[in-house]
């Protein structure tokens, strides 16, 4: 059975940068789905980013083209943040599925707070 951890999460100014690091452990198949969602206070969990092991192709919601990047390298997932905002703030789960978005299995969550 597929868990996830994350790690990395934090306070950081407007502007600022942050990488959250997703450990997978446990046999992930080769159409598995790795993603990023995020839910801030008081909304929705919303997609922030996928990774298809299969092919390499990138997902990434509107909000985030061009700001974050989502890599793999072996067994951990990464979501790397820039030009962050207070909009971005909300605790990010680490995601894995067959199918995208990829919604099966969940991390923990990580906190981030981007401050004004």
């Known amino acids: 059975q597929v868990q996830l951890a994350e790690s990395g999460g934090g306070l950081v100014q407007t502007g600022g940068s942050l990488r959250l690091s997703c450990t997978i452990s446990?046999?992930?198949?080769?159409?598995?789905?790795a993603g990023w969602f995020r839910q801030a206070p008081g909304k929705e969990r919303e997609f922030v980013a996928a990774?298809?092991?299969?092919?390499?192709r990138t997902y990434y919601t509107d909000s985030v083209k061009g700001r974050f990047t989502i890599s793999r390298d072996k067994n951990t997932l990464y979501l790397q943040m820039s030009a962050l905002k207070p909009e971005d703030t909300a605790v990010y789960y680490c995601t894995g599925g067959a199918s995208y978005p990829p919604e099966r299995i969940w991390g923990q969550g990580t906190q981030v707070t981007v401050s004004s």
């Open positions: 446990g046999r992930t198949y080769s159409s598995y789905i």
């Open positions: 990774l298809r092991q299969s092919t390499g």
